[in-house]
T-cell receptor
Framework: NAGVMQNPRHLVRRRGQEARLRCSPM?????VYWYRQLPEEGLKFMVY????????ESGMPKERFSAEFPKEGPSILRIQQVVRGDSAAYFC?????????????FGSGTQLSVL | GQQVMQIPQYQHVQEGEDFTTYCNSS?????IQWYKQRPGGHPVFLIQ?????EVKKQKRLTFQFGEAKKNSSLHITATQTTDVGTYFC??????????FGTGTRLKVLA
């Protein structure tokens, strides 16, 4: 029973390149959340998606960042034209359903380094 | 928007000492969750509190939800080196996205 799978674990990009981070939720889970974490800091909410829908993207920068969760395949967080300030750990979490009592299961994260 | 503050930000304790972290919300909460993130790891769900004044225990960990449902605490009795990590509270907000507190970083000195 695989948990939340994120890949790659580490991603190195040069300034101006694109970064694509993938997240496969736990089996049976249709809700995905993306968080960003800087070293020694907390988890900052970015976006909440359900299959084929963006439920809440209030934490995502308006430019260069986008997310999707297609009917088939993993959720993708896409960062275009990366800058040094995008360097961080990006965690994905999934839940079975939507509501205030849902337990979040986290992946191991993708560490993005922008040179 | 929803804000969740935790204090202290950092705590260093000697092994065997107790530890407490507090989580405070600006609004009344329907429930609160606690997660632990080991150094270099990912957050792992610990527990959820729903009722006003609720107290739950997991071995040496005691979780409490305030009477007004605006604050919560996590207390660890007789810390061990395995307790090292960052403890986050989390609340469901608006569209049921989960907002995490600022976290308390615990170091245990052997």
């Amino acid at each position: 029973n695989a948990g939340v799978m994120q890949n790659p674990r580490h991603l190195v990009r040069r300034r101006g390149q694109e970064a694509r981070l993938r997240c496969s939720p736990m089996k049976g889970h249709s809700h995905v959340y993306w968080y960003r974490q800087l070293p020694e800091e907390g988890l900052k909410f970015m976006v909440y998606l359900q299959k084929e829908n963006i439920i809440d993207e209030s934490g995502m920068p308006k430019e260069r960042f986008s997310a999707e969760f297609p009917k088939e395949g993993p959720s993708i967080l896409r960062i275009q034209q990366v800058v040094r300030g995008d360097s961080a750990a990006y965690f994905c979490a999934s839940s079975q359903d939507r509501g205030p009592n849902e337990k979040l299961f986290f992946g191991s994260g993708t560490q993005l380094s922008v040179l | 928007g929803q804000q969740v503050m935790q204090i202290p930000q950092y705590q260093h304790v000697q092994e065997g000492e107790d530890f407490t972290t507090y989580c405070n919300s600006s609004t009344t909460l329907s429930n609160i969750q606690w997660y632990k993130q080991r150094p270099g790891g990912h957050p792992v769900f610990l527990i959820q509190l729903v009722k006003s004044g609720e107290v739950k225990k997991q071995k040496r960990l005691t979780f409490q939800f305030g009477e007004a449902k605006k604050n919560s605490s996590l207390h660890i009795t007789a810390t061990q080196t395995t307790d090292v990590g960052t403890y986050f509270c989390a609340v469901a907000s608006g569209t049921y996205k989960y907002i995490f507190g600022t976290g308390t970083r615990l170091k245990v000195l052997a």
